[in-house]
């Protein structure tokens, strides 16, 4: 226990989110007897800590969200307890002590979410009882005699019950405020007591079965109601009664039966919020135009269209947010947009088809939400909000006219209309109507010379002057020079010198911070102080006189910073007095009579100077793990080796030498973002006078175990010890309050959970917990007393809960945060664009503002891809000539393939039928015609054939491997057969290495359209001894060349009017092996259909019985059975006339997108880039796992260009964005691909 002696001085702290089971509680909590407040909030305790019974002064005790199951008679001597809040706990109507409800100043009882199924017991007793929350318990009945006790209620909750009637004493809380009946069965009850609650503001029945009939009476005689709630209750209509209560202002009517609403709505003038959702509502009436105060308007799930919105909605100024969600909406009205401070507006699930254009001027708009709108076709931007991207973008300019010029291409056509010509004598006949108007004068001067410079112009002479032709004198260069623009209001506080009195400063690192009262006139030898009297002088007006003190031991630059603010400080107060120096021994009288008790004199310094002194700082070892992904997380361990995970990459900080620690397992991204914060460590923290090394696991120098507290730390072996679902444990950020002597600590409100900067007052201090660090920030404007409280309070914090014995207290200083506190706030720490490496002169060329050098030097980018026009498609007859020319020049082909670990020869039968977990080799000799000089192709006609020059040739070694293949055969392939091959051909020879369908168009030639993929490996028979149904799908993408037979799932699904399918359907009998179908789409090519038969017969003609059958024609026993069931299939294959796949990717050092050529397949889908894949419909922006942030960012927006230059080049086929990523894709997306089946991954 830290022996700070502030424990008891602290009036209120929060423990919320702690963990205290198991007698986790900390027991000097005891040692508080000044506590007024504690919050033991989500700590997981089962029963009251008996270390409350101490705290007699306590007032305020929540413990909410835990498992209490009762409340300890402890609690009952705790004679000042005022508010007691047990929600959300397990408590029972026998587990609240009697004797509670005794205590005189117990004002707010909140028991809700819990397990009462009565009312405790005395409850009647608490006379001073203000707030009662009974809500979401079991309770069916309440005594008259508890509203006859607890008159001076003022909000009453009992929602969520199950109470069937409400005691007519009810009547008799004539100062309640807030009544709440949600979720009761209150069926029979009249509710007629509530018109006597005069004072109510606030009245919820929600699902309290109120029909026309029960509906409580005589709520307009209730002249303070302002919020009611009626929702759940299947009202047809709204009772008359509500039309005349004019103080409404915030009305719930949500799940009802209304069908309408009277125009008599406008009589609620002070409406802020309504929700009307999950009615009946065809139309909204006009009236409602005139609540002119309305902000929020919910009218969800009714049955509203373009006309059931009234087209004067823009009246409703205030409105910020507009919701109408799943209604019939093909538009909305223009005013909505006219609504100029809307900041979300909800329209999914409609029928939209457009948005009005202004709907782009909402500059508010926060959420705007149209999903599930099929049709919708958003307005484009107005001209001026489509310049550039900004720095979010890069500053790169994505409008379509600038990326057409970029790429050489015309611009785009603008369908704006042309602006009126301006009438050019139009300003002349205004002049001369003025003139006649003003009847001479000074106007007719003015206009007589301006007539007279209008005709010097035309002429071509220019005014002569005197000084024509003399350069001019440049600016001495002090002139030039501009004082830096410093706001001294902020340093001294625009209150100063307002208020008669004195006020004193000490300099501290060159500023003044103001001193408290007590310590005026208490100078130390070694500081420096301003001191500031205000009175009122004889006139009535403020008057100031200003002196500065000196120390006799104060360093330089406090005497010279005094000297400088005093001066500053009279200018900005405007001050006309002199500025007087005092020193310490020598100080005038005028001065010491400011001074009630006189001058002391202290010896030493109090504040620190301005300037840095040498010292050594001292960097006990501290091991930092690296986890998480997008946002990194840090977490401290013990320096032990036993600490260490395969799985992880550490950060050893030892002062001087930083070690990066990567275990065998580690994430790459980890790994380079742990270089990056020892990069960031070592230059902001260290001076770039540490060391950073590189420690992989297995490889570490010898120094790194060095700085280990093990005995023996090369001794132990590492093992994976940290969970899977580890998670790193909560921050918790407290916010240290000072009075009149007494501390106090309360949590700070995180959104989210998530810590942000903005959370930090420059004028507070705060304690950030850990658990394995405790860090004090201590704001530049936050007060002396103010920083030594919480820093005590730190020790105190860090020593009253349970932590590892590598914990530390750290001390930040704002502006001065070191990173690993940095990195606790989102957003803190980002990557800016700072080039470390300019020098002064750069400086001085080019200018010192990042942003004006970045928005001059945009990053390069190449989108001339998307402006290509598509390849079209190779004719069959050019298709056919390529292939019988690259035959010709085939001398032989020899083909091999992987078994075991060696290649062996294909077999005849075999050739042109591959497997995906195979590789194939293929040795292809081709003739090089011998090349003729000139003189000998003249007499070549008439030598000899002997004695023409021999034809040369050339050996191309073709290794194809299979998708799912490993990369065992190419390296067998290459320290075997590729050995041999060399050294038979010698510089003749050629290797090229190709995957599954990204063949070389020659080497399908050699094949003639005939190119098979069978699933599995060659020869591997069925582990279940199942003869496998075969379904291959025959498909050509872009030339006949490229035509493939691909084994896929057998699946109705998968058919196509416009393709050819083969299907072996085998039969268990050793008559008959079974039947192969040869289907035909009605839209096939004829050819295509040939092919397919003729491959049919020659994979099973010999073993089995092949049938050709059209679309339509499918033997209902076999063929269906075969695939799995008849399903729906697509007729057609318009995605095969648009399909392109574009590739986005930085690798060339700037942004550039390529096409793919239009045989792509699967594998070309990096996992490191951005796709583009463009089917006619859709444009799908393919994600990888492997992809930076900045190539998403760049390929969206070039998606976006590509899409508004298809719809300029094809509006009658326009194009929507969507998302496809990894693992995730649509079948929309799949189907643009022949043969989709599994990715290929690479081993771990």
């Known amino acids: 226990m830290a022996s700070t002696g502030v424990l008891p001085f602290v009036r209120g702290i929060d423990f919320s989110r702690n963990d205290f089971q198991e007698s986790r509680f900390p027991y000097h909590v005891s040692d508080m007897v000044g506590l007024r407040w504690i919050r033991l909030n989500r700590t997981g305790i089962e029963t009251v800590p008996y270390e409350l019974s101490n705290l007699k002064k306590l007032e305020h005790l929540s413990m909410v969200r835990n498992n209490l199951r009762d409340i300890h008679p402890d609690v009952t001597e705790l004679s000042n307890l005022r508010i007691l809040n047990c929600r959300h706990n397990k408590l029972k109507s026998n587990g609240v002590p009697a004797q509670l409800f005794v205590l005189d100043d117990l004002s707010v009882l909140d028991l809700s979410h819990n397990q009462l199924k009565d009312i405790p017991a005395a409850l009647d007793s608490a006379n001073n009882l203000l707030v009662l929350n009974l809500s979401y318990n079991e309770i069916e009945s309440i005594q008259g005699q508890l509203f006859i006790s607890l008159t001076g209620l003022t909000l009453v909750d009992l929602s969520h019950n199950r109470l069937e009637t409400v005691p007519p004493q009810l009547r008799r809380l004539t100062e309640l405020q807030t009544l709440v009946l949600n979720d009761n069965p209150l069926q029979h009850a009249q509710l007629r007591q509530i018109q006597a609650l005069r004072q109510l503001h606030t009245l919820h029945l929600r699902n309290t079965m109120r029909t026309m009939e029960n509906f409580p009476p005589g709520l307009d005689s209730l002249p303070l109601l302002q919020d009611l709630d009626i929702s759940c209750n299947n009202l047809p209509r709204l009772p008359e009664v509500l039309y005349k209560m004019k103080s409404l202002k915030r009305l719930n009517i949500s799940d009802n039966e209304i069908e309408e609403l009277s125009s008599l709505i406008d009589s609620w003038a002070d409406m802020e919020y309504m929700n009307l959702s999950r009615n009946k509502l065809a139309e909204l009436p006009g009236s409602i135009c005139r609540l002119e105060r309305l902000r929020k308007l919910y009218v969800n799930s009714n049955s509203l269209d373009f006309n059931g919105i009234p087209a004067g909605i823009g009246k409703l100024y205030d409105l910020e947010v507009f919701s109408a969600a799943n209604n019939n909406l093909e538009m909305i009205p223009e005013g909505v947009c006219r609504c100029g401070k809307l900041k979300k507006m909800v329209l999914n699930t409609n029928r939209l088809i457009t948005l009005p254009d202004a709907i782009h001027f909402l500059t508010d708009l926060e959420v705007l939400d149209v999903s599930e709108n099929p049709d919708l076709v958003m ?27 970029l790429a050489g291409a015309a611009p785009a056509a603008n369908t704006e209309e042309t602006p009126k010509k301006k009438d050019a004598h139009a300003r002349l006949r205004r002049l001369r109507a003025r003139a006649r108007r003003d009847g001479g004068g000074d106007g007719a001067k003015v206009l007589k010379g301006m007539q007279e410079v209008a005709k010097e112009k035309a002429s071509g002479a220019t005014p ?67 001191l500031l009297k205000t009175f009122i002088d004889d006139h009535g007006s403020l008057d100031w006189e200003l002196y500065y003190w000196i120390g006799a031991k104060s360093p330089l630059d406090k005497k010279a910073c005094s000297a400088i603010h005093v001066v500053n400080l009279r200018n900005m107060l405007g001050a006309e007095c002199r500025c007087i120096r005092e020193e310490m021994g020598d100080e005038s009288e005028e001065f010491l009579d400011l001074f009630e008790n006189g001058v002391s004199y202290i010896e030493g310094g109090r504040t620190a100077s301005g300037f840095y002194t040498v010292e050594d ?29 395969p799985r992880f990459t550490f950060i050893l900080d030892c002062g001087k030498v930083l070690f990066i620690w990567m275990g065998r397992k580690a994430k790459l991204m980890n ?79 995180v959104p989210d959970n998530v810590l942000v ?58 502006g001065t945060e070191p990173l690993i506190f940095k990195m606790k706030f989102r957003g803190w720490d980002e990557v800016i664009a700072v080039d470390y490496t300019r020098t002064s002169e750069s400086v001085i060329r080019r200018g010192a503002d990042l942003k004006v050098i970045m928005e001059r030097d945009k990053m ?18 050019e298709a056919e000539s390529l292939m019988q020319e690259w035959n010709e020049d085939l001398d032989g082909m020899e083909s091999f393939v992987l078994e075991g670990k060696k290649f062996v020869r294909l077999p005849e039968e075999e050739i042109g039928h591959f497997h995906e977990e195979d590789c194939y080799v293929f040795l292809c000799r081709y003739w090089v015609p011998a090349e003729l000089d000139d003189d000998e192709k003249e007499d070549g006609e008439e030598e000899d054939e002997d004695d023409l020059p021999e034809d040369d040739f050339k050996c191309v070694v073709y290794f194809w491997q299979g998708r799912h293949a490993s990369n065992m055969g190419w390296l067998t392939f290459t320290f075997s057969l590729q050995k041999k091959f060399e050294a038979l051909f010698g510089d003749k020879l050629e290797v090229m290495r190709m995957h599954q369908q990204q063949e070389n168009l020659k ?44 084994q896929i799932k057998p699946t109705a699904a998968a058919l196509n009017s416009e393709f050819c399918y083969i299907l072996k359907v085998p039969f268990d009998s050793d008559d008959n092996q079974g039947i192969v ?33 059209c679309e339509g024609e499918e033997p209902e026993n076999f063929f269906w059975v075969g695939i799995g069931g008849r399903k729906k299939f697509p007729k057609h294959a318009e995605y095969m006339r648009y399909a392109r796949l574009f590739r986005c990717s930085n690798e060339k050092g700037y942004f550039t997108v390529s096409e793919k050529c239009s045989d792509f397949c699967q594998d070309d889908l990096a996992d490191d880039d951005v796709m583009l894949l463009d089917n006619g419909e859709q444009v799908y922006l393919w994600v990888g796992r492997k992809t930076s942030d900045v190539e998403i960012k760049l390929a969206f927006k070039s998606a976006q260009v590509y899409i508004q230059h298809m719809r300029a080049k094809q509006p009658d086929r326009p194009r929507k964005l969507l998302l496809a990523l990894k693992y995730k894709e649509h079948l929309n997306f799949t189907k643009c691909f022949h043969g989709w089946g599994a990715y290929r991954e690479a081993p771990e």
Not at 622 to 628: A, D, K, M, P, Q
Not at 716 to 744: C, R
Not at 1020 to 1036: A, C, G, I, Q, T
């Open 379 to 405: 307005p484009p931007k107005p001209k001026e909000l489509q310049q550039g991207s900004g720095a979010e973008y890069y500053n790169i300019d994505f409008s379509l006219n600038h990326q057409l010029r």
């Open 860 to 877: 390069k980018t190449d989108l001339s891809a998307l402006f290509m026009p598509r390849q079209p498609t190779m004719p069959l007859e």
């Open 1077 to 1109: 179908y040869v289907w035909i789409g009605e839209r096939a090519n004829p050819d295509e259909a040939r092919l397919a038969e003729d491959i049919a017969e020659e994979m099973y003609g010999e073993s089995h019985s092949v049938q050709v059958i």
């Open 617 to 645: 700082t001292d960097f006990p070892p501290r091991l930092y793990r690296v986890s998480g992904g997008q946002n990194l997380h840090l977490h401290v361990c013990s320096v032990s080796v036993t600490s260490l995970d």
């Open 1003 to 1046: 080497l399908l030639a050699h094949f003639k359209m005939k190119f098979v993929i069978h699933k599995g490996r060659r020869g591997r028979p069925d582990p279940s001894n199942k003869l496998p149904v075969e379904f291959f799908h025959m498909r050509s993408n872009g030339s006949p060349l490229a035509t493939r037979c691909v």
């Open 757 to 814: 900067k903005s959370l930090l007052d420059t004028k507070g201090v705060y304690i950030l917990d850990c658990h394995a660090d405790v860090f004090v920030w201590i704001g530049r404007k936050s007060t002396r007393l103010v920083r030594a409280a919480a820093l005590k309070l730190s020790h105190e914090v860090h020593s009253l809960l349970q932590r590892p014995d590598y914990a530390v207290v750290t001390r930040c200083l704002e």
């Open 464 to 530: 002569s002057t005197d000084e024509e032709g003399k350069p001019r004198k440049g600016k001495r260069w002090d002139k030039t020079l501009e004082k830096p623009d410093l706001d001294y209001s902020e340093i001294f506080g625009p209150e100063v010198g307002q208020i008669p009195g004195l006020t004193c400063w000490e300099i501290e690192n060159f500023i003044p911070n103001l001193i408290d009262e007590a310590l005026i006139g208490k100078f130390y030898e070694a500081d420096c102080y301003i």
């Open 671 to 749: 790994r380079s973002k742990a270089r990056l914060i020892a990069e960031k460590i070592n230059k902001n923290e260290r001076k770039a006078l540490s060391e950073i090394i590189n420690a992989p696991m297995g490889d570490e120098p010898e120094e790194f175990f060095d700085y280990f507290f093990d005995a023996d730390p090369r001794s132990i072996s590492l093992k994976e010890h940290v969970p899977d679902n580890w998670q790193p444990t909560a921050p918790v950020l407290y916010k240290v309050g000072l009075g009149m002597g007494f501390l106090e600590l309360p949590q700070v409100e």
